[in-house]
């Protein structure tokens, strides 16, 4: 079993790899930095590669998939009822914010002014940051599902707190997903015929990709019993593409089969009546970007027209 | 396994293990994740049983096979048991 920090890699020289693309993506002015690590400014070339990305996802599901586009945020009752608190606790955002009277706001300006935690004085709202972008849709679908099933593509930003020099290990970044709840069998195909439509996808756009089974990176000695049982089941494979040399291929998409996870605790029911089973098929739309930026060159604009072509067709 | 210690076991199990029927009803061998324990409920179990017997699962035990049923916990127990008696 490999630490999260182990499985991507983390280490002195894959630090200086990371710097050095971040650097020069900085150079070409295509990320601009900001005073953390993983939170970036887009050039519009940038976001001009982030479009042709969504859209080709998109031209996966057309027809068939319910587009649904979600805030950055979730509303926290629902955060609460994924599960994600038990298993990445690490990676969890929560947003808090002022809701006190004058005396409590001289207190939080008195402590902004003397550099203490005025941060003590916020409270929860009613809102966190979204971890996942399907997250959203569960509550959607609570209740009983039509005989075919339901199909979903979603677009939104996710957060997961890892700041890293890497820059394709971004703070925030944009998921695209292709979501199926249904029964077992119904997940299961879209989650093998998602991974090799997208796979194509991906190697119509010029990259190098393999399949290889994953684990997400659980929290503590729980995580370690959850990786090791999503491993041993096969639930979740990731679509790889290599970037840094010296390091194991970055993820840029996955296929993941949730089983009843979500079904049970959106009290999601097939048409026959069973707890519905989930499964996904989510594009990193950030990272997949930085991956045409490494293959084909910094400057999109001189990209090989049979990639230019499918991307902004 | 010694029936102390079999009936530590499943007072923990029955305690920890959110099982969907009385633990007394579920058999040695039975899979008590079809009985109704979540991975959740694994690790409640799993860390109720470490400070009952004074023990650490290490990493390579970390899996669902370790905690499938009554007698592979059991297993797993007098393994590290009988570990600690000759170190």
Known sequence: ?313 | MTSNMDDEIRRIVGAHGHLSSDVGTVSDRQDLFHAGMTSHANVNVMLALEDVFDIEFPEEMLRRSTFQSLAAIGDAISILLSERMSA
Not at chain 1, 128 to 150: F, I, K, M, N, Q
Not at chain 1, 276 to 288: E, L, N, T, Y
Request: proline share 6%; charged share 20%; aromatic share 10%.
């Open chain 1, 1 to 313: 079993m490999t630490t999260p920090a182990e499985t991507i890699g983390i280490g002195a020289s894959s630090d200086t790899a990371f710097v050095e693309f971040r650097h020069e993506l900085f150079a070409a002015g295509l990320l601009h930095p900001t005073s953390v690590d993983g939170v970036y400014g887009k050039s519009a070339a940038y976001e001009r590669i982030v479009e042709g990305v969504l859209a080709s996802v998109t031209r996966l599901g057309v027809g068939r998939f319910e587009a649904v586009h979600f805030p950055p945020v979730l509303a926290r009752s629902t955060f609460d009822r994924t599960g994600y608190l038990s298993s990445f606790p690490d990676l969890m955002g929560s947003l808090h914010v002022f809701e006190g009277n004058d005396r409590a706001h001289t207190e939080l300006v008195r402590r902004y002014e003397a550099d203490g935690d005025w941060s003590e004085i916020l409270k929860p709202a009613e809102v966190v940051v979204c971890s996942a972008a399907c997250h959203a849709l569960y509550p959607l679908c609570t209740g009983r599902l039509p005989e075919a099933g339901r199909w979903f593509e979603i677009q939104g930003y996710c957060f997961r707190h890892e700041p890293s020099p890497d820059p394709t290990r971004m703070q925030t970044f944009r998921m695209h997903e292709l979501v199926c709840v249904g029964d077992p069998d119904m997940a299961v195909t879209h989650r093998d015929s998602g991974l090799a439509d997208g796979l194509r996808m991906l190697r119509d756009l010029g990259l190098e990709m393999d399949a290889v089974p994953a684990n997400d990176p659980f929290f503590g000695r729980l995580g370690t019993i959850l990786a090791n049982t999503q491993l041993e089941e096969a639930l979740k494979i990731e679509g790889v593409t290599p970037i840094y040399p010296t390091e194991k291929p970055t993820a840029i998409m996955s296929a993941n089969y949730a089983q009843d996870h979500f079904g049970s605790s959106f009290s999601i029911e097939t048409a026959s009546g069973n707890v519905a089973h989930s499964s996904c098929v989510a594009f990193g739309i950030d990272r997949i970007t930085l991956a045409l930026l490494h293959a084909h060159g910094l400057d999109p604009y001189r990209w090989p027209p049979e990639v230019t072509d499918r991307l902004w067709r």
